[in-house]
């Protein structure tokens, strides 16, 4: 037992998922919109005062009483009330002024609650759904109701962990903070020319990608290739009065954000940081010098990672900042990176924010295979807005420059692909074509079920499909609303085609067919498309989605395994847990291998020490911390692109000789191109060394099979019609909650849980293994 709570939030495009154990060591679990909202219904409206209102929502319902706190009755005070209209309409707001619980039987209610208003209801607005709004930030709000925390107060005794994507959605949505770019002169259109690459060859509309920054300075200096000063940085002066002036003009126009990419400043940083220190002075808020982003050769990625991380600098950091604001003094705030680490609040940069959420994901995901008898699987997380796959092999695969949008930029973090393809994702008919997506509904309005005027998405088709249960969302559910998308749909299908309006089965089973395929490219481009076969993989299928579509993704890439872990609609939550405190540190060489091959195992060990002493300082023992993993980025003479070799994995000793390496990297090479590289020198590009907390838990636990344990039918608690293979079957529907290990089901059939569902389509058998999975296999059913 323990005064501290531990706390991990996940903050997605449309939902933010909260796992949390109270200092009595209870699980809790809390489910919110990403826009800081809750939703319910009015059951009930008190007839001697309208202002007192019954509702029901699942956040309505007390929390067991954790080491002698109770819900206080102004938890929500301050926010505000409004109704929902089907239409999307929204109703005036009132400010909800105290939320009311009732002590005794509260837990044995269905729903329970009571909401008090400023301002009476009218007595029409019983059954309606209303929406309310906090001020709070989405993680602070879940953390609240997990807690039972009021507004205005700090959250109790906390081990908080984060990821967002608050980064990640600012930068697409091109709405970070005004920046000015400091470059080299003579290179001020070195962002807009770029390596002129062209990503679509026959894309006959070409659009031309515009820079993030607003402003760009050149700064009269120069280093020679070899790092050796050609025009020295002068900040007084002539050159200096100009440079002033700049900066003066930058600050009149409100830009306080500032990245520095000056010429070859990898090998020497001096000039940015004295440029970096100037321009502080001047009241800069954030300045991003690319020389401690990204040491390596370059310009063109380091300057853009420069700008990605002082664009979006001012977002993190107040984001952040307003998180830190409802934690006591004595919290602990861990923040997961794009690599599935965690660092400190105070040693995140935004650069590594991009892929938080999905990282971890990739984490829990590993760790439920793991724990399920697969060590090798293929992550599936299907969220409200997007779908994130990645592979796992024993140990993660890291990019270290990736692509988010229109930014490149050099930062490690997973090799994740992602496709706009969620439970968000929007249905239509354009141009003669039925299309998913990639527009989302995202949080408000969200899908046509939620009641709040959005638009048919995959939710909708999965709920008129019968494969879900309005009752069992986290929220209102309006079905009619649904339908009548459905409706709209279906009528624009006929207008395009003069004919009769399509069956609305066909139209929904179209939509998921469409769906499923766009996510079977995204896994084939992690595995198929990199030489991995991905039958010889596990599907871990996680995500408020990734139940309801796991079994078809499987079936059209070959897959015979499908693991849906417990709490599979918090499992990214779930990793976060199960990461460990990490710190990359990276060095470039430059040189050939032999040359360099007798103080290789030497410069390893310098940068593993680097590595455990940044790990050290973030306050971890030095005991507990080890280095992971050593990469050496190898290439041939004359080549550009690098294949990462490992050395001294597992803990072994990192002296490996020449001749070892020499054959990984021919290996690599042959592996990834189906021949072997041609007799030439093996250049060393660069080293890495990957330095982490040990992890949490014990041995994997073994998968349950039918004959290690003893096994039953499990029984249906009702069955419903839904639609498979083209026609409707009443098929039984299993409450997760009520299984056994051991217990096993026989496709098709739906299995329900609070936060999430899964659908087993016809010939899939599912066992519940003893960490709490359903194992699904491919099963002739007798």
Known sequence: MTDRWKIWIDTGGTFTDCLGV????????????????????????????PRLLDVEADWARRPPVAAGRLLEEMLFAGCGFRLLERTGERSPGRDAKAFETEIVGLQRRRTGGRLRLAEPLAREATGAVFELRCPDEAPVLAARLLTGTPQGRPLPPVELRLATTRGTNAL?????????????????????IGDQARPDLFTLAVRKRQPLYRRVVEVPERLAADGSVLRPLELDGEAGAALAGWIAALRSEGIRSAAVALLHSYLDPGHERALGDRLVRAGFEHVSLSSELAPLIKVLPRAETAVVDAYLAPIIGEYLERVTEALPESATLLIMTSAGGLVSDREYRAKDSLLSGPAGGVVGA???????????IISFDMGGTSTDVARFDGAYEYLFEHQVGDAR??????AIETVAAGGGSVCRFEAGRLLVGPESAGASPGPACYGAGGPLTLTDVNLLLGRLDGDRFGIPVDRGAAEARLRELAAAVAAERGSAEAEPEALLAGCLEIADERMADAVRRISLRRGYDPSEYALVAFGGAGGQHACSLAELLGITAVVVPEDAGLLSAVGLGA???????????????????????????????????????????????????????????????TLAVEVGREG??????????????ESAYRE???????????????VRVVASTRPAGGAPHAAVT?????????????RRPAYFGGTWVDVPVIDRAALAPGDWINGPALVFERHAATVLLPGWRAVLDDTGALACTIHEAP
């Open 22 to 49: 109270d200092p009595l060591g209870e699980l809790r679990r809390v489910k919110v919109l990403s826009s800081s909202s809750l939703r319910g219904r009015v059951a009930r409206i008190d007839p001697e005062d």
């Open 172 to 192: 697409l949505e091109r709405k970070g903070a005004p920046t000015a770019f400091f470059v080299t002169e003579g290179f001020a259109d070195l962002l807009e």
């Open 409 to 414: 930029l050099v930062a490690p973090a997973l």
């Open 672 to 686: 990834l191109y189906g021949y072997p590289p041609p007799p030439r020198e093996v250049e060393v590009e660069s």
């Open 706 to 718: 039918e004959s290690t344990v003893e096994t039953r039918q499990a029984r249906a608690a009702v």
């Open 366 to 376: 590993a760790e439920a295979g793991r724990g399920s008898g697969f060590p090798r």
């Open 579 to 641: 990461a460990v405190v990490e710190r990359f540190v990276q060095r470039q060489v430059l040189e050939p291998l032999a040359s360099v091959a007798d103080r290789l195992a030497l410069l390893l060990d310098e940068l593993g020490g680097e590595a455990v002493g940044a790990v050290v300082a973030e306050g971890m023992a030095p005991e507990a911390v080890e280095v992971r993993r050593r990469i050496v980025h190898l290439r041939l003479a004359g080549q550009e692109s």
């Open 652 to 665: 072994a000793t990192s002296d490996a000789g020449v001749a070892d390496i020499q054959s990984a990297f």
